[in-house]
């Protein structure tokens, strides 16, 4: 799996720099509907750095604007598969 470079990444890179912080940034691109890009993502971390001490996940959906009596199951499968599922 790739490292994907986001154009604000090196933004982010001068920033923490500024504040003294220490680490790296290091976004990843995966799709968290697939539990095959999860494992692969947790892979390239173990492979890259041995260990994870923080890992964000900054993907979520919440457009569901219904009841769940009332929406469509798929939806709310969906939402749940990204914004829940990986977190497990």
């Known amino acids: 799996m790739e490292i994907y470079r986001y154009c604000f990444t090196q933004a982010i890179k001068e920033e923490a720099k500024k504040s003294g912080a220490s680490g790296e940034v290091c976004p990843v691109r995966c799709d968290l509907r697939q539990e095959s890009d999860i494992m692969d993502m947790f892979q390239m971390v173990r492979n890259k750095?041995?260990?994870?001490?923080?890992?964000?996940?900054?993907?979520?959906?919440a457009w569901v604007q219904k009841k769940l009596s009332e929406g469509d199951t798929e939806e709310w499968k969906e939402m749940l598969d990204v914004s829940v599922y990986p977190s497990c």
């Open 49 to 61: 750095y041995g260990r994870l001490d923080v890992c964000i996940n900054n993907a979520g959906v």
